[in-house]
């Protein structure tokens, strides 16, 4: 009987997979890639487990985190619009990840890489508005129109001229490691006189580490952990350290903007 959500064919495809796979490890080969991806053994409705149920735990987190910074920072905070929209960018994001990862389809496909692209282009308005925003809300402005428009790029040409893996994956990339590299400038200038800036640093350079076990392609663990699986687990603390970094530096700027008022 097929899961709850699941139609009697993809029961079948599900069941011919694992047959071929046996069929493989009986003849002594190694274990097959089904449309680029390895095997997974389902759990209820759950058609990869691990990953599903990774993605929502740092949904989770972002929650709690979320919750947390509004309750400790005020909204006369500079930063507090721009942190809380990034919060509900990202719970959307994992959102998708998490019904992805139950259920892959054409659709969940979809949201799930468009989503995880907004996510990193909203952390380089993010990083905009920190750095050059506050001082020149013009340019933050006009940056956040260029950004719209280049996801609404993306997204078009993906939905409805080809979608293309490879140029996701590269554009995902490309704009990966502008986030990083602006933030990471912006880190090293101002550790020394900001010293909760270190926690924004010791991010960015977990990322980029915990990225690599993406490059780590092998079977999944008792059919169920795979490289993917084990990056969204890794990536749950990442997102916790974040959100308190926006969390003091929110709460700093509110300091420094009342001393100004009084100075006034």
Not at 99 to 124: N, P
């Amino acid at each position: 009987m097929a899961p709850r959500g699941w139609t009697c064919r993809d029961d079948c495809k599900y069941e011919c997979m694992w047959v071929t796979v046996g069929l493989y490890l009986q003849e002594g080969h190694k274990v097959p890639q089904f449309h680029g991806k390895w095997p997974f053994s389902r759990f209820l409705f759950f058609q990869e487990p691990a990953s599903a149920v990774a993605s929502f735990l740092n949904g989770l987190a972002s929650l709690v985190m979320l919750c947390r910074y509004r309750t400790s920072v005020p909204a006369s905070s500079p930063m507090y619009p721009t942190c809380v929209a990034f919060a509900w960018v990202s719970l959307n994001a994992w959102f998708w990840s998490t019904v992805f990862h139950t259920r892959d389809t054409d659709l969940t496909e979809k949201m799930d890489y468009f989503c995880a692209s907004t996510v990193i282009l909203h952390s380089i308005y993010l990083c905009c508005v920190r750095t050059v925003g506050l001082q020149h809300p013009a340019v933050a402005s006009a940056f956040r129109a260029l950004l719209l428009l280049m996801l609404t790029a993306h997204i078009s040409y993906l939905s409805l001229i080809h979608f293309d893996y490879g140029y996701n994956l590269a554009a995902n990339v490309a704009i990966g490691l502008v986030n990083v590299v602006w933030w990471l400038a912006w880190c090293l200038r101002n550790q020394q006189r900001l010293p909760h800036v270190r926690k924004c640093m010791v991010v960015v350079l977990l990322l980029q580490g915990l990225s690599l076990l993406e490059l780590l392609d092998f079977p999944p663990l008792f059919w169920v952990l795979d490289a993917h699986a084990i990056w969204h687990i890794s990536t749950i603390p990442v997102h916790v350290l974040f959100f308190s970094f926006l969390e003091d530096d929110s709460l700093y700027l509110l300091k420094e903007s009342e001393a100004k008022f009084k100075l006034d």
